[in-house]
């Protein structure tokens, strides 16, 4: 009987540790804009999108734990009448952890603001896969997926590449629904934009090179040499400003500005003034309204 015991005790173990579910996300709805509304709905709205992201199975990767992927998801809700359409602002924040160190890296920071879906209190949230059960659910769906995308792209060489498959077939059977956000050249910085600029042309294949030189042979490296790793992640910014050469109005430069900017600042800022300077000036022309965190990654300041 004790051998049994032990044998179940060693079973259970190994099966709690280890869970098929990836993320580990934070989900809140601010509804501080409406006014003379009843709120309840948003609270049961935000639990069942919590519930959604939290214990919906996206890959048959294993994740144990403390492996899962920590994300946020803030919607901020603009607008909300009586036929159950909510519309406003969705953040997606992500991160990782840097390799054998306590800091954590911003992967993905992003405001979508063309959140527009139909829900009604108690409506079910269904995970499919071939077809496209809600607005709602395909913009989770969307958001679940880049963040696995980007992730696994910071930890191998095109790592993501079945999540970015995935992102297309979500973009493809919404486009044909008619919804909000995801047509093709409606919005420079709409879900469908976002979707391309990492996954056409050079400047996909580019930024998506960049995840994996940053993080994996840059910010991962640098415990064991801040120099040679931090000498990566300065090769590394010439993939950001390939994309501003050929495409400077694409999302993926507001979207790094925002992950990375103030990271950079820190990471540069005992740097050589030589390095800081050539980072400075890949930089400057392509944010030229941040100057101030500019200027301070160039004079070796921290944020």
């Known amino acids: 009987m004790k051998y049994f015991l032990l044998i179940l005790f060693v079973v259970t173990a190994a099966f709690t540790r280890v869970s098929a579910q990836e993320l580990n996300c934070t989900v809140e709805f601010n509804t501080d804009q409406l006014s003379g509304t009843n709120k309840s709905v948003f609270e049961t709205l935000q639990s069942a999108v919590s519930d959604y992201m939290n214990t919906t199975t996206f890959t048959p990767a294993q994740f144990a734990a403390n492996e899962k992927i920590e994300c946020r998801m803030f919607f901020t809700v603009k607008e909300y009448s009586d036929d159950g359409i909510i519309k406003g602002d969705l953040q997606v924040q992500s991160t990782r952890p840097v390799y054998n160190s306590s800091y954590t890296t911003t992967l993905l920071n992003f405001k979508?603001?063309?959140?527009d879906f139909e829900y009604r209190e108690g409506d079910p949230l269904v995970f499919t896969v071939n077809s496209m059960e809600s607005q709602l659910t395909a913009i989770l769906n969307f958001y679940a997926y880049l963040i696995l995308a980007i992730d696994f792209d910071s930890f191998a060489p095109k790592g993501g590449e079945?999540?970015?498959e995935r992102l297309q077939?979500?973009?493809?059977?919404?486009?044909?629904?008619?919804?909000?956000g995801w047509k093709a050249f409606e919005d420079t910085k709409n879900r469908s934009a976002l979707l391309s600029a990492f996954t056409e042309g050079r400047t996909g294949d580019g930024l998506r090179t960049m995840l994996y030189d940053y993080h994996r042979r840059g910010l991962d490296q640098m415990s064991l040499s801040v120099d040679k790793g931090r000498a990566v992640v300065t090769e590394s910014l010439d993939a950001v400003k390939a994309v501003y050469d050929i495409q400077p109005m694409s999302v993926a430069l507001s979207m790094f500005k925002d992950a990375k900017l103030d990271e950079l600042v820190n990471v540069y800022s005992k740097a050589p003034s030589d390095e800081r300077t050539k980072v400075y000036n890949l930089l400057q022309p392509l944010y030229p309204t941040e100057e101030q965190r500019l200027t301070k990654l160039k004079n070796g300041q921290e944020k």
């Open 162 to 164: 079945p999540f970015w």
């Open 169 to 180: 077939q979500i973009v493809q059977m919404a486009q044909s629904s008619g919804e909000t």
């Open 112 to 115: 979508d603001s063309k959140i």
